[in-house]
T-cell receptor, first 112, second 113 residues
Framework: GQQVMQIPQYQHVQEGEDFTTYCNSS?????IQWYKQRPGGHPVFLIQ???SGEVKKQKRLTFQFGEAKKNSSLHITATQTTDVGTYFC????????????WGAGTKLIIKP | KAGVTQTPRYLIKTRGQQVTLSCSPI?????VSWYQQTPGQGLQFLFE???????NKGNFPGRFSGRQFSNSRSEMNVSTLELGDSALYLC????????????FGEGSRLTVL
């Protein structure tokens, strides 16, 4: 079945450094969504990417969808303590009835 | 408008018992999905309901079941509980199947002793 591979599992950064997480699928996605889960919280929707090569920005967050629609990334510039949490991608395929398949998540940890 | 409401928030059961969790979606949302989240396992999809019909099902044993009512509220049931069923169970609603973002509830944290 379809899978979404997300790396890295953890990323430790100093406050002010950048953070990037990557998601890959072996087959072409219909769309991909990104969520953030704060410690002790529930996932919260960040964005959905649909078009090939799409790039969207939300303040310090930049989301990209690959040209082949098989990979996606989330980049955070100059991390802040409020960015701490786990970032998940979730991909959907038309031939899987658009059921979302989730990546394992990348936990962003700010070094003290 | 009110968000997704899950009850109970916390519960403790013993092995062999059964449990029923409830989810009230956002008003107007007709699709409800259920997920199991354990440390290190991410979000594991259980099932999705739309218009009272199960549309998608994850790879869980038959002990896990669910249903959706005509008002879009959903319940999931786990029978013959095992220690490994201890997890956070999250419900998410969306306008329709496969459409747009998911809105998650706070979750029901189940501990099986």
């Amino acid at each position: 079945g379809q899978q979404v591979m997300q790396i890295p599992q953890y990323q430790h950064v100093q406050e002010g450094e950048d953070f990037t997480t990557y998601c890959n699928s072996s087959t072409t996605l219909s769309n991909i969504q990104w969520y953030k889960q704060r410690p002790g919280g529930h996932p919260v929707f960040l964005i959905q990417l649909v078009k090939s090569g799409e790039v969207k920005k939300q303040k310090r967050l930049t989301f990209q969808f690959g040209e082949a629609k098989k990979n996606s990334s989330l980049h955070i510039t100059a991390t802040q303590t409020t960015d701490v949490g786990t970032y998940f991608c979730a991909g959907a395929w038309r031939d899987s009835n658009y059921q979302l398949i989730w990546g394992a998540g990348t936990k962003l940890i700010i070094k003290p | 408008k009110a968000g997704v409401t899950q009850t109970p928030r916390y519960l403790i059961k013993t092995r062999g018992q059964q449990v029923t969790l409830s989810c009230s979606p956002i008003s107007g949302h007709r699709s409800v999905s259920w997920y199991q989240q354990t440390p290190g396992q991410g979000l594991q999809f259980l099932f999705e309901y739309f218009s009272e019909t199960q549309r998608n099902k994850g790879n869980f044993p038959g002990r896990f079941s669910g249903r959706q009512f005509s008002n879009s509220r959903s319940e999931m049931n786990v029978s013959t509980l095992e220690l490994g069923d201890s997890a956070l169970y999250l419900c998410a609603s969306s306008l329709a199947q496969g459409v747009g973002e998911l809105f998650f509830g706070e979750g029901s944290r189940l501990t099986v002793l």
